[in-house]
Structures are given as C-alpha cells and as structure tokens.
C-alpha cells in the first residue's frame, strides 16, 4: 500500500557527514508522522528522531545537536542530516512513516533499512 525507498547510507569517517533520504509512494492520502530508527549490533531498535506534519521534532538525546530532520510534504520525503558522526552511530538506519491511506484506514510502513558505519 505504501512504498519506502530509502538512500544516502555508507561508510564515513568519524566527524563526516551523511544524508538519508527516504521517499514514500502509494496509496497515500496525507503522512502523519515520519521518522528514522536505528539498530546497532547486539542493540535494540531505537529512535533516531521523528518530525509530525506540523512539522514537530523529536531526537534521541545522543544525536541532539548533530542530527537534524526535515520533511518534503510535497514529495512525501523525509530527510535525516547527520553531521559530526561517531562510530557509535554505526547501525542499519530505517525510515517509518504513519500515513492515512486513499482507501481509507491508517498504516505504519517500514523502509529495508540503510547502513551507515562511521570508522574511527
């Protein structure tokens, strides 16, 4: 019903910069709430940060200040700038969207998940 695609994850030096993208697309009437979660090894998910549709943020503590999410309501993309990486910020990074849905009904769809590593 709802397509995730997401980009922009590899490998960068601790203290670089990266930018996931993620788009979604399908049977969508207005996106709710957008965010990231990560998964480190041996970790449980968790939550990156979070942007609603008045345009709200959330961050987890450990990326408040370097992290920042944005949306494109018009290309129903959400984005996350990370800057000042640490290889604590290794992890597989997924995009979540809350959408209501053309046919009526509300869903929460997954992306496949981006890996970021941050070498030291």
């Known amino acids: 019903q709802v397509q995730l695609v997401e980009s922009g994850g590899g490998l960068v030096q601790s203290g670089g910069s990266l930018r996931l993208s993620c788009a979604a697309s399908?049977?969508?009437?207005?996106?709710?709430?957008m965010g990231w979660y990560r998964r480190a090894p041996g970790k449980q998910r968790e939550l990156v940060a979070s942007?609603?549709?008045?345009?709200?943020?959330n961050y987890a503590d450990s990326v408040k200040g370097r992290f920042v999410i944005s949306r494109d309501n018009a290309k129903n993309t959400v984005y996350l700038q990370m800057n000042s990486l640490k290889p604590e910020d290794t992890a597989v990074y997924y995009c979540n969207v809350l959408s209501q849905l053309s046919q009526g009904g509300l869903g929460t769809y997954w992306g496949q998940g981006t890996q970021v590593t941050v070498s030291s």
């Open positions: 942007i609603a549709s008045d345009g709200n943020t």
């Open positions: 399908g049977s969508i009437f207005l996106i709710n709430a």
